[in-house]
Each structure stands twice: as C-alpha cells, then as structure tokens.
C-alpha cells in the first residue's frame, strides 16, 4: 500500500514539495499513520526581522530556526502570527504559508522547538524532576532550580515552595523574633482608616476639640503610704515656719560670718584698681594684659598714611624725548615703597611698571598726574622693584615722565 501525500499549507504552491507520510507498526501485523504528540519551547527569544524580508522569507543573521520550527511573531502589525518552517539558510528562513503581509524591519519574534512529552516506566507523564507518579514540584532560587522537599525527621533539608507577601512600599518583612508585620494607618484623606480603644466593654471617647473624654478617679488612685498626711503645707508651716528659718540663720547671721568688709579685704576694688594706670593709650609695660579668645572673629585695623608712610623720599626722571618703545629704568626702589606718585609732562600717552618692564602696570596721558598710596590699604611694594617707562607707540616730542616714592 501507499501513504497519502500532502503539503505543510492547503495553497499547494510551486515552491513548496509533497511529502509521504510515515507509518510505523503498532501490532504484529497492524501499521498506523504516524501522529506526532508534541508541545514547543521556546530556543530563541526575542529574535529581529531584518531589512528586505518578505511574506515568505525572513531575513534574520544568525538566526537559530531550523526546519519544523514555528516562528512566532511578537510585535508590529503580524503580531501573534505562528508559521512553520519549511526551510533555513545561515540568514534566512523561508516559511509554508504565506503572512499578509511582510513584517518589518525591526519586528521581534520566537522561535518554537517541537518537545515531546516524557513518561516514566509506568507510562505517568514526566513534568518536572524526572521523578515518578507525576515528577516533583520545582521551582528556580537564584537561578537554580530547587526541588521541593519535606523532610520530617531533618527539619533543616526541607525546601518548601516560597510565597512571598508584598505590599505597597515592597516585600512585607516576617522574621522569627517578632512577626514584624507593618502595618500602617493613616487619618488624612476622605478614606480614612479608624481605629477604636476600649477595654472591651467602654471606648474611649476623643472630643470635637481633640482632647481625650476621659474620667480620672482620683480619690481611689493609689498614692504611695502616707502622702497625702505625712506632710500638708501646713504641717509643713507648722514645723519649720519662715519665722524659725530666720532665727537658725538670719541675714545678720550669714553676714558675720562672711562679711562684705571680710571679702572685700581679700581683694577689695582698690587693690584691683591699682593694677591699672590712668585711663587713655599705654606703653606694654604700663598695659594690662589681655588674652584673645581662640574663636576670635577678625578685628579691623585701619592706619592713615601720615602715621604708616615714612618721610624718606626718592625721585626719579626720564626726558620725553630720551623715551623709546622699550622700558628704560625711572627709579629703582630702596626701600619698602609706600607711596608712589607719578606725573607725565609729555605730549604722548606714557607705560609704566612697577616690575622692570615684564608687566605694564599704568598708563599715563599727556599731561597727566597719578598717586598711588599703599600705605593706606596696609600694603607695600617690596625693595629693590625697578619703576619703568616707555612710549606707547609715539615717541614725545617734549616734556618728561617723573616718579617720587616714599618709604
């Protein structure tokens, strides 16, 4: 006898070939046609279409789809789309049936695998473990697959399948030492939570102002022995009156024994006063001393020039027309300088600096006349600078540049 022919899809088209069917025996002289049990997994996830693909070829490098595969499609228009495999190269797989249409680049899809279920000696069907009666229970802790077990006489080996209980904020926490189940209410909002106090028979009462309603019976509250009569304020009157505190110690008492005139004779105010002089300024010797706290702000000192400026002065000159466009030395200093004046007689723009001619400080137009006083912002410029001039650009045709410093 022959087997029937057929295709992987009804369109019957060209590209595809007709295929026998397979028969295998199933008894000493019965034969069946062959009908495949089986479910798919999942080999290769989230896969991409690539560029130029069409309604039976999808284009995809790499790809690990072989033939008998199903493509599952799991995004764009053609999702949810299951076609088998009719064949494969390095890069492409070619499809049975024809999509609607050719999915684009991008489009994710699966790939599905033919698995046949296992059954063990005993013809039970194999979920999981490979153990009898059905498998074992399984699940995946930190990326291994742990089987459930219950071990009666080894408490420690047990592995029970976990549930967890999460809340808004996360995981709940339950531990051992104290259940610790958080629970949180809250009044604000129009879904308030509410929450009674009582001792099982009366609630206690808050009032519209807040307050607790509450009733303190006091004459039976437990005070400790004797408090209330062991000492009132008038026993208390009665045993040590203010006029007995005043005859035990009275002012005139305390006063002989520790009088103002006793104190004051240990370090009387005239003593005290003739550790200092006459009031107004002081030399060190005829000064107190006076000790600065560690954490003391900053004081502000000013000093005027009269008082911080010497009287030694030196001057120094360079005719406008001996002025060139390189620096030429004005003065060069001997001291600490204090105070500098500057004056340009020239009929051109005159440069000047202050470190020998490496900067240009100041500029000086015709005519124009420049004091600087460092002595008044507590600064100097040290001995030894050398003060410089030149021209800026036009050579002076008259006058002179003059420099008078103080020290």
């Known amino acids: 006898m022959t087997t029937p022919k057929g295709y992987p899809t009804q369109e019957k088209e060209d590209r595809l070939k007709a295929e026998h069917v397979t028969v295998s025996p199933k008894g000493l002289l019965q ?40 493509i599952r499609i799991t995004s764009g228009a053609l999702i949810y ?16 049936e024809k999509l609607s249409a050719a999915p684009a680049a991008a ?20 979920t999981t473990g490979g153990g009898g009666g059905g498998g074992a229970v399984s699940f995946t802790l930190d990326g291994a697959s742990q089987v459930v077990t219950e071990d009666t006489a080894v408490p420690a080996n047990n592995r029970p399948l976990p549930v967890k209980l999460t809340g808004f904020d996360g995981d709940v926490i339950i531990n051992p030492a104290n259940l610790n189940l958080e629970v949180q209410i809250s009044h604000s909002g129009a879904n308030f939570d509410s929450t009674r106090i009582g001792d099982g028979v009366d609630l206690l ?13 006091v004459v039976s509250s437990a005070l400790p022995s004797g408090a209330s009569t062991e000492a009132t ?21 305390r006063s002989s024994e520790a009088t103002l005139a006793t104190r004051s004779s240990e370090a009387t105010l005239a ?29 502000p000192v000013s000093f005027s020039s009269a008082t911080s400026a010497a009287t030694l002065q030196a001057r120094g000159k360079i005719v406008g027309a001996a002025l060139t466009g390189t620096y030429a030395t004005l003065l060069t200093a001997g001291g600490d300088l204090r105070i500098i004046q500057l004056f340009n007689s020239c009929d051109q723009p005159i440069l000047i600096s202050l470190d020998g001619g490496t900067t240009g ?27 410089s001039a030149k021209h800026d650009g036009v050579a002076p045709a008259s006058g002179s540049v003059r420099v008078s410093v103080i020290y």
Do not use: W
Not at 233 to 253: I, K, M, W
């Open 31 to 70: 034969h069946g046609l062959d009908v495949i049990s089986h479910s798919f997994k999942r080999v290769k996830a989230s896969d991409a279409v690539e560029a130029n693909s069409t309604t039976t070829v999808i284009n995809a490098t790499a790809h690990v789809a072989a033939k008998g595969d199903v």
């Open 81 to 96: 789309s299951e076609i088998t495999v009719y064949s494969v190269t390095a890069n492409s797989i070619t499809l049975c």
């Open 107 to 126: 489009v994710t899809f699966d790939v599905l695998k033919y698995a046949s279920p296992v059954i063990n000696s005993l013809g039970e069907l194999v």
């Open 205 to 217: 009462l808050i009032n519209g102002d807040g307050s607790i309603n509450a009733n303190v019976a």
């Open 233 to 253: 304020l008038a026993t208390r009157a009665s045993e040590t009156t203010l006029g007995t505190r005043g005859t035990e110690a009275t002012l005139a008492t």
């Open 271 to 299: 003593s005290l006063s003739a550790k200092f002089s006459s009031l107004g300024q002081k030399n060190m010797a005829n000064s107190a001393p006076v000790v600065l706290a560690s954490d003391q702000a900053a004081i």
């Open 361 to 387: 400080h100041f500029e000086l137009d015709a005519q124009e006349q420049f004091s600087l006083d460092l002595a008044a912002a507590q600064r100097h410029v040290a001995t030894g600078v050398v003060i």
